[in-house]
């Protein structure tokens, strides 16, 4: 009798053998969806036990939308000189951070721009303050572009930019700025962020000098199946070099807005999402958390996504202006994550940027 080919996957996948990139394209494009999320489930059951699913309280605002790289799949940003540009102080970021902490967050993502007008000071003293003023909440702060153009501006090397952030009191790196990691698709949508590997490198640096990071994923828009593969086998490999990264989190393009809207017009859908979910789980055997996206997907969806792999709800999001330019608007409180959770079969639990436990509802 032939074992059809998603037992003999099961098997390789549960048994602890890694799945090639021959699979992988596979389980993209032609495995039965439900049957994928079956898989996926029990892959995250058999390295998380638990009935559990972790949510964080968080914030994400910006200090500048000044940004010189001119992504087109970006609707936020506007480039120097614009009427509608605008950045930040030291003392409205802090107040954004103030802020998050009255409202119980244990985490800001701290974004924006590459704005070369900010010399290293700025950033270095907004973590500083934070770690002085709100112990309690996590600096999660500046994608690895953000990064490259912190060194770019002060004439340092990634690696040292690091060591000051380092120093200020930063210990983790939110994972944004991925895109796809394929040259191809880089050079299509952000010719001026560089290949993969200007991302890749800023992650291993964090590495080595302890920090821990996320790892994301923006699909539907120009990316084929082996570009998604490219990107995965990236993640993978640099995660058997250090152990870094804490979770992977995919999300779908929104094109409202944005130079690629012309080329890009409909959602993919939930499918979509849920197998890409599915397939991450499957094919990144040691990267412990996968994020359902309730926020780019809708709340049904990411109820949905936690029995496709996925084992962390994500971030209350308390303030959000990248999707917000996009036309892309979605909220959420903490007793509706609860509720949410509950309602899925799971027992939610508020964690720490790093997975640590803080409560279970």
């Known amino acids: 009798m032939t074992v059809a080919p998603l037992d003999r996957v099961a098997g390789r996948a549960l048994g602890g053998e890694r799945l090639d990139r021959e699979t992988g394209r596979w389980l993209l494009t032609e495995a039965p969806l439900l049957e994928v999320g079956r898989l996926a489930s029990a892959a995250r059951f058999a390295r998380i036990p638990e009935r559990r699913v972790t949510f964080v309280v968080d914030s994400n605002?910006?200090?500048?939308?000044?940004?010189?790289?001119?992504?087109?799949?970006?609707?936020?940003?506007?480039?120097?000189?614009?009427?509608?540009?605008?950045?930040?102080?030291?003392?409205?970021?802090?107040?954004?951070?103030?802020?998050?902490?009255a409202r119980g967050?244990?985490?800001?993502?701290?974004?924006?721009?590459?704005?070369?007008?900010?010399?290293l000071d700025?950033?270095?003293t907004i973590v500083r303050e934070t770690r002085r003023r709100f112990p309690q909440v996590a600096a999660h702060f500046f994608?690895?572009?953000e990064i490259h153009t912190m060194?770019?501006?002060?004439?340092?090397?990634?690696?040292?930019?690091?060591?000051?952030?380092?120093?200020a009191g930063q210990r983790t790196l939110p994972g944004?700025?991925?895109?796809?990691?394929?040259?191809?698709?880089?050079?299509?949508?952000?010719?001026?962020?560089?290949?993969?590997?200007?991302w890749l490198q800023v992650h291993r640096e964090a590495h080595r000098r302890g920090f821990r990071s996320t790892a994301t994923m923006m699909y539907g828009h120009v990316e084929q199946v082996d570009d998604l593969l490219d990107h995965l086998d990236a993640v993978r490999d640099l995660q058997d070099e250090?152990?870094?990264?804490?979770?992977?989190?995919?999300?779908?393009?929104?094109?409202?807005?944005?130079?690629?809207?012309?080329?890009?017009?409909?959602?993919?859908?939930?499918?979509?999402?849920l197998r890409m979910l599915a397939v991450a789980r499957l094919y990144l055997d040691n990267v412990p958390h996968v994020q359902a996206s309730w926020f780019s997907e809708g709340k049904?969806?990411?109820?949905?996504?936690?029995?496709?792999?996925?084992?962390?709800?994500?971030?209350?999001?308390?303030?959000?202006?990248?999707?917000?330019?996009?036309?892309?608007?979605?909220?959420?409180?903490v007793e509706e994550i609860v509720a949410l959770i509950r309602e899925t079969g799971f027992t939610p639990a508020r964690r720490t940027t790093t997975y640590e436990i803080l409560e279970t509802y």
């Open 61 to 101: 605002p910006n200090y500048t939308n000044v940004c010189i790289t001119d992504c087109q799949f970006c609707a936020f940003y506007r480039r120097p000189g614009h009427p509608e540009a605008w950045t930040l102080s030291v003392d409205e970021v802090l107040e954004k951070i103030a802020s998050a902490a």
């Open 105 to 119: 967050a244990t985490t800001v993502l701290l974004q924006g721009g590459h704005n070369p007008s900010l010399p």
């Open 122 to 124: 700025y950033y270095l």
């Open 143 to 145: 994608t690895a572009s």
């Open 151 to 167: 060194a770019a501006v002060s004439g340092l090397a990634v690696g040292d930019v690091l060591d000051r952030l380092w120093e």
């Open 176 to 198: 944004g700025g991925a895109e796809i990691l394929s040259k191809r698709v880089r050079t299509r949508i952000a010719p001026k962020k560089g290949g993969p590997e200007t």
């Open 242 to 273: 250090h152990g870094g990264f804490t979770a992977f989190v995919p999300w779908s393009f929104k094109p409202g807005n944005t130079l690629l809207e012309k080329w890009i017009k409909h959602y993919q859908g939930p499918s979509a999402y």
């Open 300 to 333: 049904p969806t990411g109820q949905v996504a936690l029995h496709f792999g996925a084992d962390d709800w994500g971030g209350t999001l308390f303030e959000e202006n990248v999707h917000r330019a996009a036309d892309y608007v979605n909220t959420v409180t």
